[in-house]
């Protein structure tokens, strides 16, 4: 694919699909996924108290900050995203029982994922946007989650919810309310309107 870009930027991230997408919009992309323990992140700012929103900000800030001093002429991304479903805080599933356990806890229930971006260059934070859906999974009889969870394989794993939109995880809902990109994880159409105003894209 021909990017369309007049520079690469670079994705403090290791997600395929942020990568995917942006190489799709005509992004040349370098990939530098910073080193951050997200856990100890979250318990802290779930000591504190803060919401859902300000630990995705959170988290997209410190990633794009660890890796903008390696490139700093470059525009660094760096994005998050957070899962909640009444109150409780889900990650991605660290195994297939993990992800079958936590689809049966979202199963007839809506959550919401907030997805934030944060832009670094020259060694500052230039940048930043945050945004969410709504997502309402159906009830899910155990034998179709296992039969989905079977067809879908290790694919549920890189997913916060366990499942993915764009793939048989569209059977598990019934509604989702919002940006389709911001569901994968990284609100795409306000990102790209900003590297335009920073010439890194054509307008």
């Known amino acids: 694919m021909v990017a369309l870009s007049n520079e690469p930027v670079v994705l403090a991230s290791g997600s395929t699909t942020r990568r995917r997408l942006l190489e799709s919009a005509g992004l040349a992309v370098i990939v530098d996924p910073p080193t951050v323990d997200e856990d100890a992140v979250k318990r802290s700012c779930r000591a504190g108290g803060l919401p859902p929103q300000a630990v995705a900000?959170?988290?997209?800030?410190?990633?794009?900050?660890?890796?903008a001093a390696?490139?700093?002429?470059?525009?660094?991304?760096?994005?998050?995203?957070?899962?909640?479903?009444?109150?409780?805080?889900?990650?991605?599933?660290?195994?297939?029982?993990?992800?079958?356990?936590?689809?049966l806890a979202l199963a007839g229930r809506r959550h919401r994922l907030i997805s934030c971006a944060v832009v670094f260059q020259g060694g500052q934070r230039v940048w930043h946007t945050l945004?969410?859906?709504?997502?309402?999974m159906r009830p899910l009889e155990p034998a179709f989650l296992d039969r989905y969870l079977a067809a879908a394989g290790p694919s549920v794993l890189s997913s916060v919810g366990g499942y993915q939109l764009e793939g048989p995880g569209a059977q598990l809902f019934t509604a989702v309310t919002g940006d389709f990109f911001t569901v994968l994880g990284l609100p795409l159409l306000p990102l790209l309107g900003f590297l335009r105003t920073r010439g890194v894209l054509p307008s």
């Open 57 to 67: 900000e959170a988290l997209a800030e410190l990633k794009a900050a660890r890796v």
């Open 70 to 103: 390696r490139h700093p002429d470059r525009p660094v991304i760096g994005a998050d995203q957070m899962l909640e479903c009444d109150g409780v805080w889900f990650d991605k599933p660290a195994d297939a029982a993990a992800a079958r356990a936590q689809l």
């Open 131 to 136: 945004d969410e859906a709504v997502l309402t």
